[in-house]
């Protein structure tokens, strides 16, 4: 079945730091990927998707491609702030098949970001 | 509403207790998920419904889990005689349109359970 492995936090960053979250994903066909971040207290929110191969999704200041030859949908920001401290959830949906409703997310990593 | 509302925000339940988890999504959103987060993981999915109909009930651990969205737009978890293993975060979706693809879904902030 699919799946998405991302990496294991908690991931600990100054402020103005560079940040990567790796995801790989497991998947028939071609998905649409996904990354949801979660800040404290609140619901999950997209922060940005990509629907097909060398898409780039962005949104305030993250960036992620979509990698069909390494099945990877990496997380960047080239400079972190305070607030940017959440929880972040990579998450794929298959685009054909019976179930291509249904969310498949990773284990979450928590970035904190300090002053 | 402007956005998916969930209640009870908090919810402590002793071991084999009924509960129920309501969602009121956004008005006029066909697609409704529920999702269940227990700590440390990613939210895995419950069920589906689209409209009144629950065409995917799949996710749901046990027959202890039942959901309905009888009028298409308010739906309600029941967990009944709850055990430990059930305490968790429900998170419920929705989505203006039958979902495929790309489309998107709002979330709302989630019910927590604890079982004691």
């Known amino acids: 079945g699919d799946s998405v492995t991302q990496m294991e936090g908690p991931v600990t960053l100054s402020e103005e730091a560079f940040l990567t979250i790796n995801c790989t994903y497991t998947a028939t066909g071609y998905p649409s990927l996904f990354w949801y971040v979660q800040y404290p207290g609140e619901g999950l929110q997209l922060l940005l998707k990509a629907t097909k191969a060398d898409d780039k999704g962005s949104n305030k200041g993250f960036e992620a491609t979509y990698r069909k030859e390494t099945t990877s949908f990496h997380l960047e920001k080239g400079s972190v702030q305070v607030s940017d401290s959440a929880v972040y959830f990579c998450?794929?949906?298959?685009?054909?098949?019976?179930?291509?409703?249904?969310?498949?997310f990773g284990k979450g990593t928590l970035l904190t970001v300090n002053p | 509403g402007a956005g998916v509302s969930q209640s009870p925000r908090y919810k402590v339940a002793k071991r084999g207790q009924d509960v129920a988890l309501r969602c009121d999504p956004i008005s006029g959103h066909v697609s409704l998920f529920w999702y269940q987060q227990a700590l440390g993981q990613g939210p895995e999915f419950l069920t589906y419904?689209?409209?009144?109909?629950?065409?995917?009930k799949s996710g749901l651990p046990s027959d202890r889990f039942f959901a309905e969205r009888p009028e298409g737009s308010v739906s309600t978890l029941k967990i009944q005689r709850t055990q430990q293993e059930d305490s968790a975060v429900y998170l419920c979706?929705?989505?203006?349109?039958?979902?495929?693809?790309?489309?998107?879904?709002?979330f709302g902030a989630g019910s927590r359970l604890t079982v004691l």
């Open positions: 998450a794929l949906r298959a685009n054909s098949g019976g179930s291509n409703y249904k969310l498949t």
């Open positions: 979706a929705s989505s203006p349109r039958a979902l495929t693809g790309a489309n998107v879904l709002t």
């Open positions: 419904f689209q409209n009144e109909a629950q065409l995917d």
